[in-house]
């Protein structure tokens, strides 16, 4: 028992190192959030709050639900890749609230050259203007309508 | 019951913590989604892309991106007969309104759009001393933005140029790759937006994807391979000039 008596300063520490480990694992279980480590080394319920923020581009598969008749002119003509908001800008607040919420009218005169201005870095296939030479200021659906853009009278080239 | 100085203290922390969580709320999830059935990936074709900067508009308004910052931008090489090993590259307001004429048109020029090439072992998860920013089971590189501690080490880790600090937030921020539409069964906006299908969505684990189709008859680059990456960013017609 007298070894045991001097070793009273050896199981004081111990106790204090007990003391500690067991704050470190309360402090762990309350500071560290359930779901870290459920997927990997970090909080699992991020994954889900990501996902769940909101759309802004419903999606060309909302617009067509409605407007069939517009998707039918647009398959003929050159303009079949392009999806709806590529123009019309993002309208998830339309898909959603049709009757009240109204896309804006565009304004061909800006928008067409987006895409058609002449540039020596664009593919050599893609057509492409220089839109004061091609129209003079005039707006594109003049002559083009922009779901599908090509005139039939210019077919029969000179 | 008299409030005493203590009492009031411990319930204001504890109503504090209750409000927290109360506007937390509780995240919304797709019921129909199951993170390991998917590897997604990007298939971006610079033989398609004209510049238009659709992409880099379609990104800003979806992801609500602060001005003067990109998750995707267009960056526009210039390559002269003299110039093969140090190209001029120009991206004004990363291409988010198109680009001028150039001042010689001769040479090569072409059109690349960049963003997070979601390697499978980046460097930016990687030095992250939180594990804020981590690889999903589905093969995205995301941020957690309530654990970033803003300390930026992911930016400089990133070889791609990818990720900024958000000046309103304080905390690193990329592309999801649109990971709230993806899941969704949508495609991400820059695709969505893309005018002539030069970038695409990919799914590598999904057999009826079109990607395995291009890939056995096109040959695809990496950006910087020589880095390890693993970028699942695939570029179509891509020069060797491009950094």
Same mark, same amino acid.
């Given at each position: 028992?007298k070894? +045991?008596?001097d070793?009273g300063?050896? +199981?004081?520490?111990?106790a204090?190192f007990?003391a500690?480990?067991l704050?470190f694992?309360?402090?762990?279980?309350?500071f560290? @959030?359930k779901?870290f480590g459920?997927?990997?080394?970090?909080r699992?319920?991020a994954?889900?709050?990501?996902?769940?923020r909101?759309?802004?581009?419903?999606?060309h598969?909302?617009?067509?639900n409605?407007?069939?008749?517009?998707?039918?002119v647009?398959s003929?003509?050159k303009?079949?890749?392009v999806?709806?908001e590529?123009?019309?800008?993002?309208?998830a607040a339309?898909?959603?609230? @049709?009757?009240?919420?109204?896309?804006?009218?565009?304004?061909?005169?800006? +928008?067409c050259?987006?895409?058609?201005?002449?540039n020596?870095a664009k593919p050599k296939?893609?057509?492409q203007?220089?839109?004061e030479?091609h129209?003079?200021?005039?707006?594109c659906d003049?002559c083009?309508?922009?779901?599908?853009?090509a005139i039939?009278?210019?077919?029969?080239?000179? | 019951?008299?409030?005493t100085? /203590?009492?009031f203290?411990?319930?204001?922390?504890?109503? #504090?913590?209750?409000?927290?969580s109360?506007?937390?709320?509780?995240?919304?999830? *797709?019921p129909?989604? $199951?993170?390991?059935?998917?590897w997604?990936?990007?298939?971006? $074709?610079?033989?398609e892309?004209?510049?238009?900067? *659709?992409?880099v508009?379609a990104c800003q308004?979806?992801?609500?991106?602060p001005?003067?910052y990109?998750?995707t931008?267009?960056?526009?090489?210039h390559? #002269?007969?003299w110039?093969?090993e *140090?190209?001029a590259v120009?991206?004004?307001?990363g291409g988010?309104?198109?680009?001028?004429?150039l001042k010689?048109?001769n040479g090569?020029?072409?059109?690349?759009p960049?963003?997070c $090439?979601?390697?499978?072992?980046?460097p930016?998860?990687?030095?992250c001393?939180?594990?804020?920013?981590?690889d999903?089971?589905?093969?995205v590189v995301?941020?957690?933005?309530?654990?970033c501690?803003?300390c /930026?080490?992911?930016?400089?880790?990133?070889?791609y140029g990818?990720?900024?600090?958000?000046?309103?937030?304080?905390t690193a921020?990329?592309c999801?790759?649109?990971?709230?539409?993806?899941?969704?069964?949508l495609?991400?906006?820059c695709c969505e937006n893309?005018?002539?299908?030069?970038?695409?969505?990919?799914?590598?684990k $999904?057999?009826?994807?079109?990607?395995?189709?291009?890939l056995?008859?096109h040959?695809?680059?990496?950006?910087?391979?020589?880095m390890?990456?693993?970028?699942?960013?695939y570029?179509y017609?891509?020069?060797?000039?491009?950094?």
């Amino acid at each position: 028992m007298k070894d +045991l008596k001097d070793a009273g300063h050896l +199981l004081r520490l111990a106790a204090v190192f007990v003391a500690v480990f067991l704050i470190f694992l309360l402090a762990r279980g309350s500071f560290v @959030p359930k779901s870290f480590g459920r997927y990997g080394h970090f909080r699992g319920d991020a994954l889900a709050e990501i996902a769940s923020r909101p759309i802004a581009y419903a999606g060309h598969q909302a617009c067509e639900n409605c407007h069939g008749d517009v998707v039918e002119v647009k398959s003929q003509g050159k303009h079949k890749g392009v999806n709806c908001e590529s123009c019309h800008g993002p309208q998830a607040a339309h898909a959603d609230d @049709p009757a009240s919420v109204q896309p804006a009218k565009l304004d061909t005169t800006s +928008l067409c050259p987006r895409c058609h201005t002449a540039n020596a870095a664009k593919p050599k296939n893609f057509p492409q203007v220089s839109p004061e030479d091609h129209s003079g200021g005039q707006p594109c659906d003049t002559c083009h309508k922009p779901h599908s853009p090509a005139i039939e009278q210019a077919e029969a080239k000179p | 019951m008299s409030m005493t100085r /203590r009492h009031f203290i411990l319930l204001t922390a504890a109503a #504090a913590t209750a409000w927290e969580s109360i506007l937390a709320g509780t995240p919304e999830t *797709s019921p129909n989604y $199951n993170a390991y059935d998917h590897w997604w990936g990007m298939l971006i $074709n610079i033989e398609e892309c004209i510049g238009c900067g *659709s992409c880099v508009r379609a990104c800003q308004q979806e992801n609500k991106v602060p001005d003067g910052y990109f998750r995707t931008w267009v960056e526009r090489y210039h390559v #002269a007969d003299w110039t093969v090993e *140090s190209p001029a590259v120009d991206s004004p307001d990363g291409g988010k309104n198109g680009f001028p004429e150039l001042k010689d048109p001769n040479g090569k020029n072409f059109f690349v759009p960049k963003l997070c $090439n979601h390697c499978a072992n980046s460097p930016c998860t990687q030095v992250c001393p939180v594990g804020a920013t981590f690889d999903s089971p589905d093969g995205v590189v995301l941020i957690d933005s309530k654990y970033c501690l803003g300390c /930026r080490y992911c930016i400089q880790a990133c070889p791609y140029g990818c990720r900024f600090l958000n000046p309103d937030t304080h905390t690193a921020e990329k592309c999801t790759l649109c990971y709230h539409r993806i899941t969704k069964g949508l495609t991400t906006a820059c695709c969505e937006n893309c005018p002539t299908g030069a970038r695409q969505l990919v799914d590598f684990k $999904n057999p009826r994807d079109p990607v395995h189709e291009f890939l056995k008859t096109h040959s695809v680059q990496v950006l910087k391979p020589y880095m390890a990456t693993k970028a699942k960013v695939y570029y179509y017609g891509l020069d060797g000039s491009v950094r």
